[in-house]
C-alpha cells in the first residue's frame, strides 16, 4: 500500500509536468492539424538555456526559467514562420518530417556546445519527508506546483481571454473561424509563443526533477504524445488527464518492468488507445481515421 | 583502396535494401513508416544470435528476414485505421520500444555491451575476399529486390497500392478492402529491412543497441527523399547520395581540426536535421512525386 | 451480391428510415425518410449546408448514422462498411473529384473493379494466366466505358491533368465498371461546362434507361428538374417537400429557403 502511495504520488507529479508538453502538442494539433514532432527538442532547449543561465551566474531560477521560456518561444515563434506557415498547404507528413529535423537540428546545436553529459541545476539541498514511509521530497512538490500554476495560468488564457477564444475556436472549426474573420496572423504567432513557452518550461521542470541531457525532451515525445491522444486530441483538459493517467500508469508499471520500461509502456498506451478509442478521453473521431 | 570502396558499396547497398522496402510503403502505398530501424535491428540481432549459436548463415538470413517481417503484422494491423501522422508516431514509438527492449533484455542481447565476433558471409574466403564476395552478392541481391519492385509497381497489385496510397476512401467506395494489401506490404517492407539488418551485422561483426537509433529511420528517408520517392531509380539513387553525404562527413573532420569524434555525430545530426527541413520546403516532388512507373 | 434476407419485405430498393446524423449538438440531418424504387432517377435539392452530403455519406457508409436504419435491396446496412455496401450494388462519386492521381484515365478504371486474379502478391511477380485473363477482359470493359463516356480521347492521360468535369466523368466510368444497381451522384454538374452538362445528362438518362437507379445532389435546378422524375428539397437537414419537380419547386416554403424564387 505504502509503495503504491509512493508510485502514484511520482506519477502525478511527473503527470503533472509531462502535462505541459503534451498541452503544447495538443494546441498545436488543434490548429496546426499536425503532431509536433520538435516539441520535446523545444523542452531540451529550455532546459538547456536555463542550466546554462544558472551555471553563468543567473542566482535566480525563477529568472533563468523565465529567460528560458522567452528565449524557446523566439525559436517556437521563427520555427512557424520560416518553416511552418509555408508547409501549411502540404501534406501533413511534409511539417511532421520537417518538425523531426528541427528537432534533430536543436539537438545537435545542444549537444555540439554543451556536450552530451549530464547537467544539473543548482539546487538546495533537501531531505524528503517521511510520512510512515510515504515519502515526498519538497522539491519534487514545488516542481508540482510550478506546473500546476503554469497550467492553470495557460487554462485561464484558453478560456477566459478573447485570444483563447478565438485559439479554440479555430481548433474546432477552422473553416468556420476564417469566415468569422479571426485574425489568423496574430493568433498564430501568440499560439506559437505560447507553445514554446510551455515546452520550455516542461523542459526545466524535468531537468529538475531527474537531469538536463540533450535527449531529456526526445524521450519525453513518445509520453507526450500518448497522453494527448489518450485524453483527445485537441482537448487542453484531456491533456492534462492523459498526462496524469499515463505518468500514474508508468510509475505503477515500475515495480512489474523495471524503471527503463516507461517509455515501452507509454507506446504500449498509444497503440491500446489507437486501436480501441482513437478519438481519447475526450476528444473527436473525425481527426484521427 | 579497393577495399574501401568495396565496403563503401556494402553499406551503400544495404541501405539500398532499406530505401526499396519504404519505396514500397511510402512511395507506392502511402504508408508513413518512421519505424524502419525496428526492424532493422530484429533483422541485426535475429540472425546475429542465431548464428554465435550455431546456426548455419543461409537459415539465420531466413530466419531474420521472416521474424521481421512478421514482427510488422501488429504494426500493419494498427495502420489499417490510422491517419498517416498517427501512424508515423505510432511507429516511432514503436521502434524505441523496441530499441529499449534489446537494451533492456540483456540474458538474451548482452545489452549496451553488444554482440561482438559475429561471423562474416563469406568467412572462409579470408577478410578481403569475403568482403569482395558479399559486394557480388548483395549487388545480385538488390538488383533483384529492385527488378521485383518494379514488376510490382506495374502489376495489377501495384496499380491496386497506387490507388491506396492517392485516395483510400475513394477506393473503400468502390467495393475494395485495402486492409489485407496495406498489411502485405508492410510486412514485405519489413522483412527486407531485416534482411538488410542481417547483412548489416554480418558485415561489421558488432552490433549494439546504440547502433539502432531513430536517426537511421531518418537517414534512409532522408535519402529517399532526395532522391525522388515512389521510384526505383529514387529510392536508389536516394542510397549513393546518403552514402556520400555519410562518408563525406567522416573526410570533413580529418579537415576540420578541432573537431571531436563526438562533436561530428551532433555535425552530421545537425545535417540531417537540416536537410529533412530544407527537402520539404523545397523538394517536395521528392516525397510526392506524381505518376511513378519505374 | 444480394442478400436473400429481408428485414423488411418491400420492392424498394433503397428505404432510408428516419435517419439522422448529430455531431456534438449540431443536427446535420434530421430525421429524414424516403424510398427509392428501382431503376428510379430521384433528385434531392437544398441550399449549402441543407444536409444533403452528409444524408449521402450516411447512406454509402463514409459516416455512421446517429439514428434511423438505411435498407438496401432487403440488408440492412447499418453495420456495413462501406466497401461492403459497395459490393451490394450501391456506390457513389464525389462532389469534388477524387480521382486516383498517379494513375491514368484508364488505370483509374481499372484499379477499382474487382481483380482477384491480380491483385496477389504471387500473381505481381508472376504473369500467370488467370492475370492477364482478367486484365484483358477489364480492359475491354474500360475502354467500352470510356467509349461511352466520350473519354477514349485521354485514355493514357494522367487523371490529375484532367479538367473538373472530365474528372466526373472518370469517377462516373469507376463506378460503371462495378455494374452498379444504384449510384449516388453528388452534385455531378459542378464547376463543369455546360456542353458537358448536356453530355453528362445523356449518360445519365441513358444509364437510367439500362436499369440503374441514380440519386442526384444538385444545385443546378435546371438540369435537376429535366432529369429527375421526383424530388426532394432538403433545408437544414430535414425534408421541406418530396414530389414531382414542379409542384415541389412551385411550393412556396421551397420558394422562401430558396430566397426568392426559382432559378
Known sequence: ?????????????????????????????????????????LMTTGAYTAVILQALGVSSLLGATVLAALGTAIISVISYELIFKKLARQPMIASLLAAIGLGFLLRSVISFFAGHDQRNFKLPLVRAWNFDGVRILPSDLNIAAAALVCLLLVFFLLYKTSFGRQLRAVSDNPDLARASGIRARSLMIGLWLLVGMISAIGGVLLGMKAVVMPE?????????????????????????????????????????????????????????????????????????? | MIAYFVAIGIVSLIYALLALGLNLQFGLTRLVNFGIVAFFAIGAYTS????????????????????????????????????????????????????????????????????????????????????????????????LVAWGTVRLTRSPLGRLLRAIGDDEPALMALGKNPTKFKVQIFMLGAGLAGLAGAFYAHFITFISPEQFLPLVTFYVWMGLIMGGSGTVRGALGGAVLLMIFLEGSRFIKDWIPGVSEVQMASVRLAAVGLALILVTLYRPNGLFSGNSKT | MKNPTSTCASEHLLAVEKVSCVYGGFKAVDSVSFELQPRELLGIAGTNGAGKSTLFAAIAGQQRASAGKIIFDGTDLTALEPYQRARLGLVRTFQIPREFKSLTVHENLLAGAPNKEGEQLFAALVNTQARQQRERELSEKADSVLEFLNLAKVRNVPALNLSGGQKKLVELGRVLMLEPRCILLDEPFAGVNPVLIDQLSEHIVTLNQQGIAFILIEHHLQALKRLAKRLIVMDRGSILAQGDPQSVLDNAQVQVAYMGGVA
Open chain 2, 48 to 143: 546475429a544470435l542465431l548464428a554465435l549459436a550455431g546456426v548455419p548463415l543461409l537459415i539465420s538470413f531466413i530466419c531474420a528476414t521472416l521474424l521481421a517481417g512478421f514482427a510488422a503484422l501488429p504494426i500493419g494491423l494498427l495502420s489499417l485505421r490510422l491517419r498517416e501522422d498517427y501512424l508515423a508516431i505510432a511507429t516511432l514509438g514503436f521502434s524505441e520500444a523496441v530499441r529499449i527492449t534489446i537494451q533492456q533484455e540483456e540474458w538474451l542481447t548482452k545489452g549496451v555491451q553488444g554482440l561482438p565476433g559475429i561471423p562474416k558471409v563469406f568467412a572462409s574466403l579470408g577478410t578481403s575476399q569475403a568482403d569482395n564476395a558479399l559486394f557480388v552478392l548483395l549487388l545480385a541481391l538488390t538488383a
Open chain 1, 216 to 289: 531529456l525532451g526526445w524521450d519525453h515525445l513518445i509520453p507526450a504524445f500518448a497522453a494527448m491522444v489518450l485524453g483527445g486530441i485537441g482537448s487542453p483538459v484531456g491533456a492534462v488527464l492523459g498526462a496524469l493517467i499515463m505518468c500514474v500508469a508508468q510509475e505503477l508499471s515500475v515495480p512489474l518492468l523495471g524503471p527503463s520500461y516507461k517509455l515501452v509502456l507509454s507506446f504500449g498506451v498509444l497503440a491500446l488507445v489507437l486501436l480501441i478509442r482513437p478519438s481519447g478521453l475526450m476528444g473527436r473521431t473525425e481527426l484521427v481515421r
Open chain 1, 1 to 41: 500500500m505504502i509503495q503504491f502511495l509512493n508510485l502514484l504520488i511520482n506519477g502525478v507529479i511527473e503527470g503533472l509536468v509531462v502535462a505541459l508538453p503534451a498541452l503544447a502538442m495538443t494546441l498545436v494539433m488543434g490548429v496546426n492539424r499536425f503532431p509536433n514532432a520538435a516539441t520535446g527538442d
